[in-house]
């Protein structure tokens, strides 16, 4: 059974800092990993979707890797600021194509 | 294009009670999948509809159920309320569902409230 999980749970840095968020998966047979942010109290938005066969995606200051071997994804934030808060969620998606969800990194960029 | 629609945003109801929650996929999107989101659970799947038929299912009770019109709208029902319920429910819309090209697109969620 696919479990996924994030460490750290909650993260804070100054403004400017890069950072790393981590995501590990127990099973290497996905079909992709996806990132999303979530404010409090809203839905999820897509932040960057890497497909089994990639290494990595960028999209502006955020990249995201994908080592399957190991059963881990990075998302990398450069240059943070105080609107990068919020809540980073990734999801495995597994054979059955159902995403499998970590709990979550809860980042605050302090000004 | 316009995103993903789910209405109520907001929903009160008391234990016993039942609730329909509505989402509007992308247009030509055809899979809508919906989560449940507690603080003690965090996001859990419910189920996926692709071409009105239910394609996948999560592990909740048959007293949550769906359906998936030929627009490609889903409804989310559930019956006999409990005070448990009370989550933020997403829906997700995805070009065929499997997530290999295009991945998901979530709404704004409905908050349920069971009093």
């Known amino acids: 059974k696919q479990e996924v999980t994030q460490i750290p749970a909650a993260l804070s840095v100054p403004e400017g800092e890069n950072l790393v968020l981590n995501c590990s998966f127990t099973d290497s047979a996905i079909y992709n990993l996806q990132w999303f942010r979530q404010d409090p109290g809203k839905g999820l938005t897509s932040l960057l979707l890497i497909q089994s066969s990639q290494r990595e995606q960028t999209s502006g200051r955020l990249n995201a890797s994908l080592d399957k071997s190991s059963g881990r994804s990075t998302l990398y934030i450069a240059a943070s600021q105080p609107g990068d808060s919020a809540t980073y969620l990734c999801a495995a998606q597994d054979s059955n194509y159902q995403l499998i969800w970590g709990a979550g990194t809860k980042l605050i960029i302090k000004p | 294009k316009a995103g993903v629609t789910q209405t109520p945003r907001y929903l009160i109801k008391t234990r016993g009670q039942q609730v329909t929650l509505s989402c509007s996929p992308i247009?030509?999107?055809?899979?809508v999948s919906w989560y449940q989101q507690t603080p003690g659970q965090g996001l859990q799947f419910l189920f996926e509809y692709f071409s009105e038929t239910q394609r996948n299912k999560g592990n909740f009770p048959g007293r949550f159920s769906g359906r998936q019109f030929s627009n490609s709208r889903s409804e989310m029902n559930v019956s006999t309320l409990e005070l448990g319920d009370s989550a933020l429910y997403l829906c997700?819309?995805?070009?065929w569902g499997t997530g290999l090209s295009d991945g998901y697109t979530f709404g704004s969620g409905t908050r349920l409230t069971v009093v």
């Open positions: 247009s030509g999107h055809r899979s």
């Open positions: 997700a819309s995805s070009l």
